[in-house]
């Protein structure tokens, strides 16, 4: 069984919206931090934002400031990413990560590494 699924992604025009979703198969999911990654063709894999275990907490990089927001529900085991006003530069695959021994903070800061489970990733397009 996937611990992680995502879904969502998809061709967007410039200045419109998706939502991710990721559903976590594994147990006691509040005790994870998730977080989002996206990889872009021929560049590494970089950290979007994270969300706490119980969601009072978020973090985000600093080029989606104000357009992502993460957020989750612990009772159906799923973590979203709203993202608004999306550039053609947000162009990429899509990953939720989750942890159990880092913070969001840690998370933003060692990028993809001390991750638990990887979701499959969802193409995201952004057209001009």
């Known amino acids: 069984q996937v611990p992680l699924v995502e879904s969502g992604g998809g061709l967007v025009q410039a200045g419109g919206s998706?939502?991710?979703?990721?559903?976590?198969?594994?147990?006691?999911f509040s005790t994870y931090v998730m977080g989002w990654f996206r990889q872009a063709p021929g560049k590494e894999r970089e950290f979007v934002?994270?969300?706490?275990?119980?969601?009072s907490s978020t973090t985000s990089t600093d080029s989606v400031k104000g357009r992502f927001t993460a957020s989750r529900d612990n009772a159906k085991n799923t973590?979203?990413?709203?993202?608004?006003?999306?550039?053609?530069?947000?162009?990429?695959?899509?990953?939720?990560?989750?942890?159990?021994?880092?913070?969001?903070?840690?998370?933003?800061?060692?990028?993809?590494?001390?991750?638990?489970y990887w979701g499959q990733g969802t193409q995201v397009t952004v057209s001009s």
């Open 18 to 28: 998706l939502r991710l979703s990721c559903a976590a198969s594994v147990r006691t």
């Open 49 to 55: 934002g994270a969300i706490s275990g119980s969601g």
């Open 79 to 116: 973590v979203y990413l709203q993202m608004n006003s999306l550039k053609p530069e947000d162009t990429a695959v899509y990953y939720c990560a989750a942890s159990r021994f880092t913070d969001i903070f840690s998370m933003a800061r060692n990028g993809p590494n001390k991750i638990d």
